[in-house]
C-alpha cells in the first residue's frame, strides 16, 4: 500500500522492534501471535507499507462502534 502525507520513518523503528520482541518469543517458545509486516520510508512524507489480508483500519472500526 502506498501512503503518502504521513512520515512513515518512527512506524519503521516501531515494526523494527515489533519484529525483534517476535524473534525472541518464538526461540523462547512463548505462544503470543504477532504479524510484523514491512514498511519502506521512501520520503519524509510518504513510503510503503505491507498489506495483510483480511485487516480493517482503525478508522473503520471506529465507524462500525457507533
Sequence with gaps: MV???DDLRQEY???QLISL???IFVKENIKIW???YSIIPYRS???????IDDTRT???LKEMSH
Design 21 to 23: 520482541i517476535n524473534e
Design 58 to 60: 482503525i478508522s473503520y
Design 34 to 36: 504477532m504479524k510484523p
Design 45 to 51: 512524507d510518504s513510503g510503503l507499507i505491507e498489506f
Design 3 to 5: 501512503k503518502s502525507g
Design 13 to 15: 523503528m516501531a515494526m
